[in-house]
């Protein structure tokens, strides 16, 4: 493999969030020299929070036995907000066809860049944009993109943002153009963002554990290792890439992979935020739904304690004089004896049940109370459960009641498309460097700007 080819193809990929560092405890002879320790720390508590809660891992505390050693639950019912919270909007923000099809959610349209002077653009130039719009949308069908666009959006509400890696790709003899892109959890990513454009970023780390096994060959023997898994790591700048297993630059071909020439002069990895403020990452649905999603559980498990109770009274009894009996009558008739009376007082066993709790309306209403409460913070209305309200609406009534997610829809689409537009330059960048290899392709970057096309869902949901 040539020395410009980073991504490795025998190499297993991530096959698991779990197969992430995050659990792990860093060991500084496992990481190559200058990783940022601290900063992926804190970055690590962070989106293990985050995962937390989506996966719904936060409810599953355990906070007793029963006699036949089930657990019991703090909170039974585990309904996670989050999850809802997040298909729902992942669905809005993508869009939904009208046909089934098999090509990305999100596609890219190139036009010839128009000029002050009214001057109209060249034939050469309307020929590259449509070349270069065909390759951007050849690489995203080629790469999945369909679902890699999707999984990133779910990937972006709760983490904050979501990542693409573009890598030039010589050895996938299925694809018209050898350029891939793949969605990279941001657990996995540590960005150092340019000051004047975000989605530029200057250097990035990239961290994960792989199969030590997958990776025997490119390790020399003294530094191989007997763990079941590697920590594989790569560390890119505009100029210069490495890749290290276990803190050791990877050795391929001959060739040793550490401070490579970047060949296309960018860091091919693009960070897209959920909503940004004040920060270069994005903002986490789990902020805002983490206390509504335990108190909601809270709620729901005080009001079965009380039904619990109801269905399972007490029962008390007097004057008793023998441990109470099944007695048959007949088929299926039985009854239970109480017993004789007691002498010398003549009373008679009694048995009775204690009366059943009322269940305040407070807390009877109260769980609705705070789901409404959820569906406000997180934007969800009754129209997104197929709740009308049990009465016909028109499609315009219907289109307005969900304002409140495709409204967030239309924002969250400002930050995709420039991401999206970021992505589309990269691969149109590898291409112009590997033109040379790539049948029928001559590209001349400049003469083009770019724009990203959606999915419609709803005459209220147009195109960003």
């Not at 804190?42 to 657990?71: H, I, S």
């Not at 970023?201 to 007997?226: G, K, Q």
């Not at 890749?243 to 296309?264: A, C, K, S, T």
Request: hydrophobic share 35%.
């Amino acid at each position: 493999m040539g020395a410009d080819f980073y991504s490795l193809s025998s190499l297993a990929g991530i096959k698991s969030r779990r197969l992430g560092i995050a659990n792990m405890t860093l060991d500084e002879d496992r990481l190559p020299v200058g990783f940022p320790i601290p900063e992926w720390s804190e970055q690590v508590a962070r989106y293990t929070r985050y995962w937390d809660f989506f996966t719904g891992e936060v409810l599953t505390g355990v906070k007793g036995f029963t006699a036949q050693k089930e657990p019991i639950y703090y909170f039974p019912l585990k309904v996670n907000i989050v999850f809802d919270y997040v298909i729902k909007h992942a669905a809005m923000l993508i869009g939904e066809e009208l046909t089934e099809d098999h090509k990305p959610y999100i596609s890219t349209t190139y036009t010839p860049r128009t000029f002050a002077s009214g001057r109209e653009p060249t034939e050469e130039a309307k020929m590259l944009a449509t070349t270069l719009t065909n390759v951007v949308n050849t690489v995203w069908h080629e790469s999945g993109g369909r679902t890699q666009q999707f999984e990133g959006a779910i990937l972006s509400l709760f983490l904050g943002g979501t990542v693409y890696r573009i890598r030039w790709s010589p050895w996938l003899k299925n694809r018209t153009i050898p350029i891939s892109v793949s969605v990279l959890p941001p657990d996995y990513f540590f960005p150092v963002f340019r000051d004047d454009d975000y989605y530029r970023l200057s250097e990035c780390y990239v961290a994960y554990r792989i199969p030590s096994r997958s990776i025997a060959n490119d390790m020399p023997m003294s530094a191989m290792n007997t763990a079941t898994y590697s920590i594989y790591i790569e560390h890119w700048t505009e100029d210069r890439y490495s890749i290290y297993i276990d803190g050791q630059p990877m050795r391929r071909d001959g060739v040793i992979y550490e401070n490579l020439h970047n060949p296309f002069g960018e860091v091919p990895y693009v960070y897209i935020p959920n909503i940004r403020v004040g920060t270069p990452y994005g903002m986490s649905v789990v902020d805002l739904l983490d206390g509504i999603t335990f108190e909601y559980n809270s709620a729901l498990k005080h009001q079965g304690d009380f039904i619990r109770r109801a269905l399972n009274l007490k029962r008390y009894g007097t004057d008793i004089r023998q441990t109470p009996s099944k007695l048959s009558l007949g088929d299926n008739l039985s009854i239970i004896s109480l017993g004789s009376t007691l002498p010398p007082y003549n009373k008679e066993p009694k048995v009775w049940t204690e009366q059943p709790p009322d269940l305040p309306q407070g807390l009877a209403e109260y769980p609705e109370k705070v789901f409404s409460q959820a569906q406000k913070t997180g934007s969800v209305p009754d129209t997104a459960y197929g709740d009308l309200g049990g009465s016909q609406r028109s499609f315009l009534a219907v289109s307005q009641s969900l304002f409140p997610m495709t409204s967030l829809a239309r924002e969250r689409r400002a930050y995709w498309n420039d991401g999206m537009d970021r992505i589309a330059y990269i691969i149109s960048k590898m291409a112009q460097v590997k033109q040379s290899v790539i049948p029928y392709i001559d590209i001349d970057i400049p003469e083009i700007s770019g724009t990203m096309c959606y999915c419609a869902k709803l005459e209220a949901d147009c195109s960003a």
